[in-house]
């Protein structure tokens, strides 16, 4: 029954593991946090908050593979974040330098070509600091398009 409504309704899942703790069903126990973990029906928290109100014989080392394996799922999660905030930190970067050079230094815009018809450009034409040229005609039918 956990296993098909376990995800809607988490109170299912310690009424299991506080049955089996009672009857002492280690292997039980250990059944019902493997497929904990493997649906993230339950925080590790709530387990051991579950676990520790037990004055029957249950050792931590029939949660010990459970609380292993979700302490090495956060290590992995610790690590993308790391590795997230280290190219957000490098984007940031390279937008600060790009800013700078837009507000100290001149832009060159050698195109010779429409970025949306590519035809030749004639006059009047619009120059974007992003470096995209655009005819006037060119310019109002890409905002009449977005909107």
Not at 22 to 45: M, R, Y
Not at 61 to 82: N, P
Request: glycine residues 2%; charged residues 30%; proline residues 3%.
């Amino acid at each position: 029954m956990c296993s098909e409504k376990g995800h809607e309704e988490k109170d299912l899942w310690v009424q299991a593991l506080n049955y089996f703790r009672e009857q002492n069903k280690p292997d039980k126990v250990q059944e019902c946090l493997k497929i904990i973990g493997e649906t993230n029906a339950l925080s590790p928290l709530m387990i051991i908050d579950t676990l520790k109100n037990s004055e029957s014989e249950l050792k931590f080392k029939y949660i010990k593979d459970y609380m292993t394996s979700e302490i090495g799922k956060l290590d992995s999660a610790i690590e993308e974040s790391k590795d997230e905030i280290t190219d957000n930190m490098a984007a940031i970067n390279e937008m600060k330098q790009d800013y700078k050079q837009l507000t100290s230094a001149p832009k060159l815009f050698e195109n010779s070509t429409c970025s949306n018809c590519k035809e030749r450009l004639t006059i009047p034409t619009y120059h974007f600091m992003c470096g995209h040229v655009y005819h006037e005609a060119c310019v109002q039918e890409e905002n009449y398009k977005r909107v």
